[in-house]
């Protein structure tokens, strides 16, 4: 099965630039590569930051782009979003019975949950009792299921020190991780918000996240008291699920580059 991860796509309101970039045409021409290159997908799914300031212009500039999308897909929140403003214009945008952006999709190779860590007024991750309650029947009603989780904030530091402090709250992380944990068939988890290619194995599970579409975080492994940012290509995940392995290959889709062909895998004089 074939999934497509995107991230961080900040869109403004009509004409609106962000940090000196309208972040429109980069969104489009992912759409473009997508169902080019991977119309096969089961489906993209956005791990927040789908808006810059959640205008609602924004917004349905978003949902006119993802209309000429040939895959469907799916949106999780961040902490730049609004999530009732995107609930009346995205159809599919579920809220659950308190009233955060979290569902559940099945599909073919296990339950794909979506989660909101969002908290207006701060930009970094919170999940509160109620979110943890309904996690809790969800991945009991999935217990015999493998399952990949989807959010906005990372539940672990990344060793970027501005990031972190904006990362989930740590006492929440420690219940999210024993919760994930004692499940057992947590495959993986996605994420967004650090505008990176970040990958690796926390608690035993399994993580990736990957560059946004408009700009990036800087590889800054020192300062905790700005967040630099850059503008190097926006990337894509395609996501191929197996029985026995989850591959994720980054597509930098606005690379220029000339191919060539290397000769026959079976070459010896390759």
């Given at each position: ?188 988890l996605f994420f ?66 000339d191919t060539f ?10």
């Amino acid at each position: 099965m074939k999934i497509i991860h995107l991230t961080d796509t900040h869109l403004g309101y009509h004409d609106q630039k962000i940090y000196n970039r309208d972040p429109l045409p980069a969104l489009e021409k992912a759409i473009k590569s997508i169902n080019s290159e991977h119309s096969d997908a089961a489906m993209m799914v956005i791990t927040g930051d789908l808006a810059h300031s959640g205008h609602p212009d924004a917004y349905q500039i978003l949902h006119s782009a993802l209309s000429k999308l040939t895959i469907p897909y799916h949106l999780v929140i961040g902490n730049h979003d609004d999530r009732a403003v995107i609930s009346t214009l995205f159809p599919d945008f579920k809220l659950d019975e308190y009233g955060f952006a979290q569902k559940v999709i099945e599909t073919e190779k296990g339950a794909f949950i979506l989660l909101d860590s969002v908290e207006p007024g701060t930009h970094a991750g919170v999940y509160s009792s109620e979110r943890f309650e309904w996690l809790q029947n969800k991945l009991t009603q999935y217990k015999k299921k493998p399952v990949y989780i989807f959010m906005h904030h990372a539940p672990f530091d990344t060793g970027i020190p501005a990031m972190d402090l904006i990362s989930l709250d740590k006492q929440h992380s420690i219940k999210l991780g024993d919760m994930l944990e004692s499940h057992g068939q947590v495959k993986h988890l996605f994420f967004g918000h650090y505008h990176r290619p970040i990958a690796g194995q926390w608690r035993g599970i399994a993580f990736s996240t990957l560059r946004g579409t408009n700009h990036q975080g800087v590889l800054d492994l020192y300062q905790s008291d700005v967040i630099s940012a850059c503008f190097e290509e926006p990337q894509y995940c395609v996501v191929l699920l197996e029985d026995d392995r989850t591959l994720v290959h980054y597509h930098d889709y606005m690379h220029v580059h000339d191919t060539f062909d290397l000769g026959s895998p079976t070459d010896a004089e390759m």
